[in-house]
């Protein structure tokens, strides 16, 4: 590609970002292991409330499905407690202070919670309140909010903390999960424009890392379209215009009854039918849940419109999966983004030494490459300081810089995570040395502005100077995952720790077009 080609590219992508944005560049962080918990990340914290750490996670209760089956009596009050202390006013102050402007907040579907097919499924309740309470705080912060679908119905990917059940059954790539999913997007696209709690939020992302075998999620490319047109229907019905989207609304359309315009707008069909089926089941779940949360004026009986922007809606990108995928620029309308995860520490992207991690992030290509299929605004949605091999501080300053650098030429970054559990079970800091957002801050391993670098020049001497080793290509087979380096010292009554839940996490091949 040449270097002016490059420029006019680069700057059709800025006036993108631009237009769909909050804000002109991305600087953010994951809430992870708040509203989704990931065991690995608070080893302690998890045993504590009763939870266990073993080889293979499925084996015993290591997610937020086995621990609600464990503790069907108790689940609720223990995760309140979590919720309320794992994510605090005062970790959000030390994030704006730093120049953090986004938050990715991870979420499961369970957080609505009429969606969960009890008692064959279970998972605490009550986080809606929580999540609530931090988006109101990121509003009066002036932060800028992805919700982030984290754990789709039926478990998108198998063996994973992150799916919310460990399981290798994996059921979301069906009518039925689809359909869950749809009815979820539905219930949170009418919270972000008409809940005041959720004016921070300005897109949601559909699923967070799918299988990346398209051969094995069949219809993906169709709930990629109906994502998308359900958001799409309930703005509309909000009167927010969205170019190239605009079915006919009758004059007859209730102006003062959300809840009754959706109905009426099922009743004459006016979207798709997949989309006319989740809106209908949406309806009594934003009337429960406006009960619950003294919303029922807001949407049943008072007038309603938005004088909002519509939701950038948002999806991994096209290169995330293989054999033939979807590709979600196809099912674009209005703004939209896209999201890479990029981890260097699991393999797969370059060999396990400096020179070759430096020499392969200074020379990624995966923006130029997402943008020639149509996958711009990107942005790089979870990424971290962890390595394969023994890091010395400097080197992690280094490549600290050397991943904002390559990320800032994107829409920005968003890191994972804004912290980590610091305890013996992670020898100290060691976990969070490479995976706390706020550690790394303390440590002096980030700059204590995040739009700033300590060598603004941090690759020029890798710049189109790969060698042979620090490239890798897309391969079908998962890569063999390392686990954080952590204290096999335990106490007798903990069970055996293995801090693998990362490596578990991202057991797969992270390809470096």
Not at 46 to 74: L, R
Not at 87 to 110: E, M, V
Not at 384 to 391: I, P
Not at 413 to 426: R, V
């Amino acid at each position: 590609m040449s270097g002016l080609f490059w420029f006019s590219l680069l700057a059709v992508l800025v006036t993108q970002v631009l237009a769909q944005l909050p804000v002109e560049k991305i600087y953010g962080v994951n809430l992870g292991s708040w509203l989704v918990l990931e065991p690995w990340m608070l080893p302690q914290g998890w045993t504590d409330m009763g939870g266990e750490i073993c080889a293979v996670c499925a084996q015993c209760i290591e997610s937020e499905f086995a621990f609600a089956m464990a503790y069907p009596d108790t689940v609720d009050q223990t995760f309140a407690k979590h919720w309320d202390s794992w994510f605090t006013q005062s970790d959000l102050q030390d994030l704006k202070d730093a120049g953090i402007n986004t938050l990715r907040i991870p979420l499961g579907y369970w957080i609505v919670e009429a969606l969960v097919e009890r008692p064959a499924e279970n998972y605490p309740r009550g986080g809606l309140e929580y999540l609530r309470r931090g988006l109101g705080w990121a509003r009066d912060s002036g932060m800028h909010v992805i919700l982030d679908h984290h754990a789709l119905p039926g478990v998108q990917t198998p063996g994973q903390e992150f799916a919310g059940q460990c399981t290798d059954d994996v059921q979301f790539y069906t009518p039925h999960n689809y359909h869950r999913a749809l009815v979820w997007t539905a219930v949170m696209t009418t919270l972000s424009h008409l809940d005041p709690q959720f004016s921070s939020v300005f897109a949601i992302e559909a699923v967070n890392e799918p299988l990346m075998d398209a051969s094995k999620t069949p219809g993906y490319g169709d709930f990629q379209k109906n994502f998308v047109k359900t958001i799409r229907a309930v703005e509309t019905l909000l009167g927010i215009h969205v170019a190239g989207y605009g079915p006919n609304l009758p004059a007859t359309l209730p102006t003062t009854n959300f809840t009754a315009a959706l109905e009426l707008s099922c009743s004459l069909s006016l979207f798709d039918a997949d989309v006319v089926a989740a809106l209908s089941d949406a309806i009594p779940t934003l009337s429960g849940i406006g009960l619950q949360y003294g919303l029922t004026g807001t949407l049943t009986a008072e007038p309603f419109s938005s004088g909002r922007s519509p939701l950038v809606t948002t999806f991994m990108d096209v290169n995330w999966q293989y054999d033939n995928p979807p590709n979600p620029a196809n099912a674009a309308i209005g703004p939209q983004g896209y999201d890479n995860h990029l981890y260097y520490s699991f393999g797969g992207v370059a060999a396990a030494d400096p020179t070759s991690y430096m020499q392969s992030i200074c020379n990624l290509q995966r923006i130029q490459n997402d943008a020639a299929l149509g996958n711009s605004p990107l942005w790089f949605g979870e990424w971290g300081l962890s390595t394969q091999f023994n890091a010395s501080d400097s080197f992690l300053k280094q490549w600290g810089d050397a991943q904002k650098w390559a990320y800032g030429q994107s829409a920005g970054w968003i890191y994972w995570n804004f912290k980590t559990e610091i305890s013996d079970l992670t020898n100290g800091t060691d976990l969070a040395r490479q995976w706390s957002f706020l550690e790394a801050l303390n440590m002096g391993l980030l700059p204590q502005n995040v739009a700033s670098y300590f060598d603004d020049d941090v690759c020029q001497p890798y710049i189109n100077k790969t060698s042979s080793q620090s490239r890798s290509v897309p391969v079908k087979d998962a890569a063999v995952a390392r686990a954080p380096v952590v204290n096999t010292s335990t106490p007798s009554k903990a069970p055996p720790l293995k801090l693998s839940g990362h490596g578990r996490r991202l057991a797969k091949k992270h390809h470096s077009f």
